[in-house]
């Protein structure tokens, strides 16, 4: 009877988390690998975007809107990044789960205090940042804020467990106080660099760089010659440390800009998966070291 009672419990321990498992859908790469360290083996994590697609340009497919259907969690990006997308998966889904107002919705954004923030917001001639610049996941700062607000939805999500998530959390959130004791020791400060999309301004903020220019008149949509040109000789005359641009972009201009004044064109990794990254912490290991 005993070990009747003894390989049941084991059964139970066995399957218990995969079938309590809670289904979360993230929607971008880093965003799916907080999820998963902080739900750990509690959590199933379905990411809807590759690393090597534009964040800006994705569209909506049926193996999506399944995920979502099924889905108990989604955790978004926010800020209008997802625009082209999700509000089609939502609707096509229906799963009450995870409207807007419901525990299962996540806009982490939500948590951020944007940069760029237009006065009015506005698609004009396309520009795909019309709330504020969406890529703040770069910044220590924000990282923290975003592992605080994942662990606290699951614990709402799955109370049972609430006491694991936030345990979790707490170690995530050190180990980004520990690393940036390490990463503030590096050379960025006072670098200025040119950048092909405004992607990277939270990680000035938080590191003291600059971005003195832009290859995009405005965030995704393609340069002028003329604003190439202008740019050409403006660095001409005060060099930048860098070109930056991210494995999506199309290399042509920065390659083009780099040639006509010599200054290094940089791929930096922009998400979890980039130059080999496993998770938010190697990202940032590579991106640091890429701005170097
Ligand atoms: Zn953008």
Same mark, same amino acid.
């Given at each position: 009877m005993l070990r009747i009672i003894v390989a049941l419990f084991a059964l139970v321990l066995f399957t218990a988390p995969a079938d309590a498992a809670v289904k979360v859908v993230a929607t971008l790469p880093w965003i799916g690998s907080l999820a998963k360290e902080i739900g750990k083996d509690r959590v199933t994590?379905? #990411?809807?975007?590759? #690393?090597?697609?534009?964040?800006?340009?994705?569209? =909506?497919?049926?193996? $999506?809107?399944?995920?979502?259907?099924?889905? *108990?969690?989604?955790?978004?990006?926010?800020?209008?990044?997802?625009?082209?997308?999700?509000? @089609?998966? $939502?609707?096509?889904?229906?799963?009450? %789960?995870?409207n807007p107002g419901n525990a299962g919705n996540l806009n982490c954004s939500v948590y951020v205090d944007p940069l760029e923030k237009p006065a009015t917001a506005s698609r004009e001639n396309g520009d795909v940042h019309p709330l504020g610049n969406p890529h703040?996941?770069?910044?220590?700062?924000?990282?923290? +804020? $975003?592992? @605080?607000? @994942?662990?606290?939805?699951?614990?709402?999500? *799955?109370?049972?467990? %609430?006491?694991?998530?936030? =345990?979790?959390? %707490?170690?995530?959130?050190?180990?980004? *106080?520990?690393? $940036? +004791?390490?990463? +503030?020791?590096? +050379?960025?400060?006072g670098k200025r660099f040119v950048a092909q999309h405004r992607f990277f301004e939270y990680l000035a903020a938080d590191f003291g760089f600059r971005i003195v220019g832009y290859l995009e008149e405005k965030p995704g949509i393609p340069p002028s010659s003329a604003h190439i040109q202008a740019l050409v000789s403006s660095m001409s005359g005060h060099r930048p440390d860098a070109i930056l641009s991210t494995e999506y972009h199309d290399r042509t201009i920065s390659g083009f800009v780099s040639s006509k004044t010599g200054v290094k064109s940089v791929i930096v990794p922009h998400d979890v998966g980039a130059n080999g990254s496993r998770d938010w912490f190697s990202l940032m290991d590579s991106v640091i070291k890429s701005l170097e």
């Open positions: 994590v379905t #990411t809807l975007v590759k #690393t090597s697609q534009d964040p800006h340009s994705i569209e =909506a497919r049926p193996s $999506m809107i399944a995920a979502v259907r099924r889905a *108990d969690l989604l955790i978004y990006n926010g800020l209008d990044l997802e625009v082209g997308y999700l509000p @089609i998966l $939502m609707e096509s889904a229906r799963n009450p %789960a995870i703040y996941h770069l910044s220590p700062a924000n990282i923290k +804020k $975003m592992a @605080i607000g @994942i662990g606290e939805r699951l614990a709402k999500v *799955d109370q049972a467990n %609430a006491g694991f998530y936030r =345990a979790n959390t %707490a170690r995530f959130v050190a180990q980004v *106080d520990h690393k $940036m +004791k390490e990463w +503030k020791g590096r +050379k960025l400060q």
